[in-house]
C-alpha cells in the first residue's frame, strides 16, 4: 500500500526540474501523496509512527514540502523550488531505503512527547532547510546582477531584499520552534533519565548558530551576502543532525 504513495510523491518532487509549467501542480499532487502516506502510517502504526531516524526524515520532508507551497510556488520563485524540491526528492529516496515510507512503525515513547519534541525540532529545521534555499538563490541571483548576466531576465525571481527579508523572517519563526523543541526534550530527559548525545549537541549548536544570526541581525543589522553566507553556514549543522548522525535516538 505505501507503494501506492511513494512513487506519486517522489516524481512530483524529482520531476520539479523538467516539468517547465506543469512543475507546481506536479509538487502539489506528490505533496497530497505524502501526506495520504504519512495519514496511512498513523491509521496503521501502534504509537508515533515516525520515531524512527528513517521514519522523522520521511516527516521532515514532508514539513520542508509544506513550507515551500506556502509561498514558494508563485511563478518567481522557481528558482527555490530548484534548490529545495530535487534536495526533498533525494532525501524521500533515503527515507525509504532506511524503511521511513513503511507501514505498521512501533514506537515505545509517548504520542504526545513525540508529537511536541519531534514535530517541533523537525519544522524547525524544515524552516531552516528553506531559510538555506532563499540564501542560496540570493546569492546566486547577486552574483548574475554582478555579472550582468542578460539571461536573468528570462527567469522571474524575487528582488535581492525580498529574499533577504523572508530568509530572515523565516529563521526568525522557525528558532522559537526550535527553542521549544529542545525545552520538551530536556524536560522529559530529567523526569526519565538518560544521557546527552551527540544528536542533542549538534541540536543546541543549530540553536545557537541560529540564535546569533537573529542577534547580529537585530543587532548590528547583518543584512544581503554575509546573511546569506551566514544562513548557507548554520544550515550545514542541520545537515549533520538530519544525516550524518543517524543514531537511535528515539528508538
Known amino acids: 500500500m505505501a507503494e501506492l504513495f511513494f512513487w506519486p510523491a517522489l516524481v512530483g518532487y524529482g520531476a520539479y526540474p523538467l516539468a517547465g509549467r506543469w512543475a507546481v501542480w506536479g509538487v502539489r499532487l506528490g505533496w497530497l501523496a505524502q501526506t495520504a502516506l504519512l495519514i ?26 509544506s513550507a515551500y507551497l506556502i509561498w514558494g510556488c508563485r511563478a518567481r520563485f522557481r528558482l527555490l523550488g530548484l534548490v529545495v ?3 526533498a526528492a533525494t532525501l524521500f529516496v533515503v527515507a525509504r531505503l532506511g524503511g521511513g515510507t513503511s507501514l505498521g512503525e512501533h514506537s515505545r515513547y509517548s504520542s504526545v512527547f513525540l508529537v511536541a519534541h519531534v514535530g517541533l525540532v523537525l519544522a524547525a529545521f524544515a524552516g531552516f532547510t528553506l531559510a538555506a534555499g532563499l540564501a542560496a538563490v540570493y546569492l546566486f ?3 548574475r546582477l554582478k555579472r550582468h548576466d542578460t539571461a536573468i531576465l528570462r527567469v522571474p525571481a524575487p528582488a535581492l531584499e525580498t ?14 520552534a526550535l527553542t521549544l523543541g529542545i525545552v520538551v526534550g530536556v524536560v522529559r530527559l530529567r523526569e526519565r533519565g538518560g544521557g546527552f548525545d551527540a544528536l542533542m549537541a549538534f541540536t543546541v549548536a543549530t540553536w545557537f548558530a541560529y540564535g546569533a544570526y537573529v ?28 544525516l550524518a548522525l543517524p543514531v537511535t535516538h528515539f528508538s
Open 40 to 65: 496511512a502510517q498513523a491509521a496503521r502504526a501502534d504509537g508515533f509512527p515516525w520515531s524512527s531516524w528513517a521514519g522523522s526524515l520521511n516527516l521532515f520532508v514532508w514539513l520542508v514540502v
Open 85 to 87: 524540491l530535487p534536495l
Open 141 to 143: 541571483q547577486e552574483r
Open 163 to 176: 529574499l533577504d527579508t523572508l530568509a530572515a523572517r523565516t529563521i526568525a519563526v522557525s528558532l522559537p
Open 215 to 242: 542577534a547580529l541581525r537585530w543587532r548590528y543589522g547583518w543584512r544581503g551576502r554575509r546573511a546569506a553566507y551566514f544562513a548557507l553556514a548554520s544550515f550545514v549543522l542541520v545537515i549533520v543532525v538530519r
